[in-house]
């Protein structure tokens, strides 16, 4: 609901409201923790959106959307070298604009422009 929430309708405080509940109730949950940095992200807090991200990868280090997300929260924060290294972990991993939920595929490119080549 989080996720959907900023992502669809641009809602961010309310989405933030959503994921900071989801991330009370387990706040060791890769999903909890990786839609709560997204949304913090859209809202305009890369800094907090990068912790959230880091705990996420760090819980589940094999999850190619998650690592974009930090690639994304890494450039969000002038780290471009730390940004390209997340992609190309996540190109590894299997990462396609397919595997990203369907209201980021249409942002994917303009990340990996962002992003520059490796």
């Known amino acids: ?3 959907l929430t900023a992502l669809k309708y641009g809602n961010f405080k ?3 409201t959503y ?3 989801a991330v009370a109730l387990n706040s060791d949950q890769p999903d ?3 839609t709560r940095g997204i949304v913090r992200l859209k809202a305009g807090n890369p800094l907090l959106a990068l912790d959230d991200l880091l705990k996420a ?3 589940a280090p094999s ?3 998650k690592l ?3 690639a994304q929260a890494q450039l969000a924060n002038n780290n471009k070298e730390k940004a390209r290294q997340s992609l190309e972990m996540a190109k590894t991993k299997g990462l396609t604009s397919n595997s990203l939920h369907a209201l980021e595929r249409k942002d ?3 990340w990996l422009n962002k992003l520059g080549p490796s």
Request: no cysteine.
């Open 19 to 21: 994921a900071d509940r």
């Open 1 to 3: 609901l989080a996720g």
């Open 57 to 59: 990868v760090e819980i």
């Open 108 to 110: 994917y490119q303009e």
């Open 32 to 34: 909890f923790l990786d």
């Open 63 to 65: 999850s190619p959307a």
């Open 68 to 70: 974009f997300h930090l």
């Open 14 to 16: 309310e989405a933030l």
